[in-house]
């Protein structure tokens, strides 16, 4: 397809790779004052956060952040907010001070986002499973109803969370309003807070299913910066050329990961690590 790639240099790259693990770092520091909340999904989405944020996907002002003109991301598996808050705090949303709040009494960043709380880069409220991705599909609708499908909207969703029928409501609705200025991406670590996905209620064969769906779909490595921007420009592709598909990004993410103990556990799913544990993944994070 021809269409502009917007960073491919291994400079850039490398930047990129520093933002991710800032926000790795970042994530353990909040987690570990907070003594409670996930670990292992927020560590696994660092990657795709560094790119949406930092690689030019998405358009946003963060002293402005209800700039008519933004992007909007909703992350529609709420819990995972630890990694959205560690990655706004880092885009200047709100002071990073702010990230060692997390989950306390008054705190602006609660255990899920709560649009409550007025933090900045904040869209709506969500946690209840499977509904974020449905306000986010309203939002793309209002978009096109309005004439301003210059504007994107994300929906991030676990792969757990597929289990929820109202995601399927959700993407049958994006699909016959043909919004292409809606990107899904799915976390797909094979993970949820019980066991793995195909042991608990399989979701599978996603990439089958989102594509009877009607999206435009790809699946990629999570932690590649060369495949997220493979995902994100397909999207480009069907935003830009108004094409009538949504895309549905499947990427393939280790939950926990760049934490050698968390790596690939879902017992890491919905806990905090101990001081010592903490110590540890900073200084393999270092
Ligand atoms: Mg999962």
Redesign the pocket.
Known sequence: MAFENRRRHEHEYQELADIAKEIRRDIIRSLVVAGSGHSG?PLGLADIFAVLYFGGVMRYNPHDYQWSGRDRFVLS?GHLCPGLYATLANAGFFPKEELLTLRKLGSRLQGHPGLDMHLPGIETSTGSLGHGISIAVGMAMSDLLLDKTDRKVFALT????LQEGSVWEAAMSASHLRLSNFCWII??????IDGR?KDVMSVYPIVDKCRAFGFDTIEIDGHSFADIYKGFDLFEHNHRKHTGKPTCIIAKTF?GKGVSFMHDN?EW?GKPPTKEQAEQALRELA
Do not use: K, L, R, T
């Not at 976390?187 to 949820?192: A, K, T, V």
């Open positions: 999904g598996a676990g792969d757990g969370e976390d797909n670590n094979d993970c949820q996905v939950m879902y799913h």
